[in-house]
């Protein structure tokens, strides 16, 4: 069935390094990923996304990877700053160029210490 | 910059009560969207509405729940009969073509 964990909970990083969160799916189908931060008390903020016939997508400052070989995915945070501290989610879709159902993993929650 | 708004911030009812979560998605989507998150957990799909219908319904999303757009810029979602496990933060989503923008949350307490 369709499911998108993460395998970490939890990462804790200096201010400075860069992190790497990943996040492992399972529906074959899917074919658009984006990446969520969730702050405390607030909604899921959109930081970036990648259609399944890319492998690498970057951002300012954060790239996200796609191996479907694997069905996972990754979003690296370069010079992680304390604002980054939130909790990241993964989520998975089918893209229909606006409907979408989209099925989050668990999140991953950052903590970045200065 | 355009946003997803949601009233209230905090709704606190009692079992069995009808609550109606607010929702104004940015003025030019075509796609709205509830999702909701019980405390420490995922977020997890509700309903899509598109045209004035639903598109997709979740398996939580039985008939005590309901999506109306009464108007041009509201989009609300109704629990007719709460429980206490519907106690969870509730999401607004909306988008054009991409990438779905998420309101603030409204926060359900079911005493």
């Known amino acids: 069935g369709e499911s998108v964990g993460l395998h970490l909970p939890t990462l804790s990083v200096q201010e400075g390094d860069n992190s790497i969160i990943n996040c492992a799916y399972s529906?074959?189908?899917?074919?658009?990923f984006i990446w969520y931060k969730q702050e405390s008390g607030k909604g899921p903020q959109f930081i970036i996304d990648?259609?399944?016939?890319?492998d690498k997508r970057q951002g300012q400052r954060v790239t996200v990877l796609l191996n479907k070989t694997v069905k996972h995915l990754s979003l690296q945070i370069a010079a992680t700053q304390p604002g980054d501290s939130a909790v990241y989610f993964c989520?998975?879709?089918?893209?229909?160029?606006?409907?979408?159902?989209?099925?989050f993993g668990k999140g991953t929650k950052l903590t970045v210490n200065p | 910059e355009p946003e997803v708004t949601q009233t209230p911030s905090h709704q606190v009812t009692q079992m069995g009560q009808e609550v109606i979560l607010r929702c104004v998605p940015i003025?030019?989507?075509?796609?709205f969207y509830w999702y909701r998150q019980i405390l420490g957990q995922k977020v997890e799909f509700l309903v899509s509405?598109?045209?004035?219908?639903?598109?997709?319904k979740s398996e939580i999303f039985d008939d005590q729940f309901s999506v109306e757009r009464p108007d041009g810029s509201n989009f609300t979602l109704k629990i007719r009969s709460t429980k206490l496990e519907d106690s969870a933060m509730y999401f607004c989503?909306?988008?054009?073509?991409?990438?779905?923008?998420f309101g603030p949350g409204t926060r359900l307490t079911v005493l």
């Open positions: 989503a909306s988008n054009d073509h991409n990438e779905q923008f």
């Open positions: 989520a998975e879709t089918q893209f229909q160029g606006g409907s979408e159902k989209l099925v």
């Open positions: 529906n074959s189908a899917s074919d658009y």
């Open positions: 003025s030019n989507h075509l796609y």
């Open positions: 509405f598109y045209n004035n219908e639903i598109s997709e």
């Open positions: 990648i259609r399944s016939n890319m």
